[in-house]
């Protein structure tokens, strides 16, 4: 069976004044899917999370929670769906038990069920022991798990994450990050995030949001595929002949890495033709030269490199002004 | 949803100190000008008896106490309202509220009524004062009714102005001097216009005006839709602006 759809946006866009904050975004969830919203700081992820749970208005464009329109059918909307903004929306002087009572009210959980439900939820969340302390005075880690657990206190369909794990410390991040994968296989998570690597992580799709558009949507391994090699890092013992180096067929460029052969280990870097991988003539050519070849390691472009080509490019591609 | 939201609310302001500060103050300020009045009304006890048309207790001791409500209350009340939304902007705790399911109107009246119910304790025991009195003196109980409604009046339109003001700002100090100077220019808006207590527009705005005239005795449907027009009318722009904020904030 089709996997349902949960959330589709329609060309939405939302202005600040003069400021266009979001420009025409479009986007759509399945259940049991996790989808990342990366950016840097101030390219529109959190306005978006506003948008998409009704806390801001869409200047234009549609967004459908479950077939329910957030401005004209908007509480059977916001009912479907859970939010974790970037700031938890806590009371500091409640304690845990209390908060998640108040929310699960205002999240019309039936009076049956509560009790049942926060226990259920806590547990989940990892807060069990700390049901009766005050909130403003757990740890970050502990407030950021109480965010969380207020997000799915009544089971949306949709569950919303701002930067769930900013000054989280990596043990914390983990749980959480196993949180969010065990939620997706019965929910749908929109998680944002300016940390690559938890895309990643968590993710099955990802979209990159870059002053305001989408400049890259689709599957994580796409994403892993344009990381892949496009550079050999070459170390050999012996100086080669640069010209020959550079005949190979499927090598674009060579560019030295570091001086002239101290102590007799030459770094080069190989630009190469991704289609038509020249590795093994590579290494073919150095040892019938007896170069001394000791290392040729095909160069994994990290995230950051591959996220700041895709926004480079993308700014290059549509310069300021083609705004629709 | 409403009841959820004034529960917690009411709950919110019994758990800081300010309101059992300010509940206290109140009884006891109003305690010591109701017995100053009491002790003023005996003093003159000789005197009154000679004349056939003196005042009585209703008129000297509960009346005149709650001529000065509207003091008291006037600087109390911003003190208790200007939380009430300011603290949710600048706390972050407004996305709470406005990711669930919940309309706006159901944000606006649930506070609106924590603030009542916290002030209609209050009012509660202004009454019991008032009427304490019963058991030593006869009193006129109509004219006191008036009177206390006048009060509950007066703090149904006080409190709308508060929360109003509190969904302006994220300052909540800010939110406190302005229902105050509102409210004071409302009060005394007709003052000085016509020292012989006629009839003026600027009397018809006038707070004091509506308050004199229900705490006089007489219960006039102008003065009553008065108090109500104005609650309604704040808790309408309140709504209003929480709307706006959705769209321009």
Redo the contacts between chains.
């Keep these: 069976m089709d996997k349902q759809i949960l959330v589709s946006v329609d060309r939405v866009g939302r202005r600040?004044g003069d400021l266009t904050a979001v420009h025409e975004v479009s986007f759509y969830l399945k259940r049991g899917e996790v989808l990342g919203f990366l950016g840097a700081n101030g390219a529109g992820k959190s306005t978006t999370m506003?948008m998409l749970?009704?806390?801001?208005?869409p200047t234009h464009g549609t967004i459908t929670i479950v077939g329910h329109d957030i401005i004209k059918d908007?509480?059977?909307a916001?009912?479907r769906?859970?939010?974790l903004?970037e700031?938890?929306?806590?009371?500091?002087?409640?304690s845990v038990d209390e908060y998640l009572d108040?929310?699960a009210?205002?999240?019309?959980v039936p009076a049956v069920q509560r009790y049942q439900r926060i226990r259920d939820i806590k547990q989940r969340c990892g807060l069990s022991k700390v049901g009766r302390r005050i909130i403003g005075r757990l740890s970050k880690g502990y407030q950021q798990r109480v965010g969380i657990a207020?997000a799915i206190v009544h089971l949306p369909d949709l569950i919303v994450l701002d930067e769930p794990t900013v000054g989280l410390d990596p043990v914390q991040i983990r749980e959480i990050r196993g949180l969010i994968r065990e939620l997706a296989r019965d929910h749908g998570v929109i998680l944002s995030t300016h940390i690559l690597s938890e895309v990643q992580a968590v993710c099955d799709r990802v979209q990159i949001l870059d002053h305001g558009r989408i400049v890259f949507a689709d599957d994580i391994s796409s994403l892993s595929a344009q990381m892949s090699a496009a550079t050999l890092l070459l170390s050999v013992r012996k100086e080669p002949n640069l010209g020959a180096l550079l005949a190979i067929d499927g090598v674009v460029a060579v560019q030295r890495v570091g001086a002239m052969c101290p102590r007799g280990d030459c770094h080069f870097q190989l630009e190469i033709d991704e289609k038509n991988n020249p590795a093994e003539r590579v290494a073919q050519y150095a040892v019938e030269n007896q170069l001394g070849l000791y290392e040729l390691i095909p160069q994994q472009m990290d995230l950051e490199q591959v996220f700041i080509d895709i926004t480079t490019n993308e700014r290059a591609l549509s310069p300021e002004g083609t705004r629709s | 949803m409403i009841v959820h939201i004034a529960r917690h609310e009411l709950r919110s302001l019994f758990l800081s100190p300010l309101a059992w500060v300010a509940l206290a103050l109140v009884q006891l300020l109003l305690a010591y000008i109701f017995l100053l009045n009491i002790d003023s009304f005996i003093a003159g006890q000789d005197e009154l008896a000679l004349n056939p048309q003196a005042p009585g207790a209703t008129l000297l001791v509960v009346i005149r106490m709650l001529g000065n409500v509207p003091t008291l209350f006037m600087v109390v009340i911003p003190l208790l309202t200007m939380r009430m939304l300011c603290d949710e902007k600048r706390l972050h705790t407004r996305v709470l509220l406005l990711s669930s399911p919940l309309s706006m109107r159901a944000i606006v009246l649930g506070k609106y009524l924590a603030v009542m119910a916290f002030f209609g304790f209050s009012w509660l025991m202004i009454a019991l004062m008032a009427i304490s009195l019963n058991l030593g003196t006869e009193l006129d109980l109509g004219q006191i009714a008036a009177a206390l409604l006048a009060v509950f009046l007066f703090i149904m339109a006080l409190v709308a102005i508060g929360l109003y003001m509190s969904s302006l700002t994220a300052q909540s100090a800010i939110a406190a001097i302005t229902t105050f100077a509102l409210v004071l220019l409302l009060w005394m808006v007709d003052s000085g216009v016509k020292p012989d207590g006629g009839d003026s527009l600027l009397s018809h705005i006038s707070m004091s005006h509506h308050y004199q005239t229900l705490l006089s005795g007489l219960l006039a449907l102008e003065s009553v839709a008065y108090f109500l027009l104005v609650a309604a009318v704040f808790l309408l722009l309140t709504v209003r602006q929480l709307h706006r904020e959705r769209v321009y904030g």
């Design positions: 600040y506003n749970c009704g806390v801001l208005a908007a509480i059977k916001k009912s769906l859970g939010y903004p700031q938890p929306p806590l009371y500091r002087d409640l108040y929310c009210r205002l999240r019309r207020q």
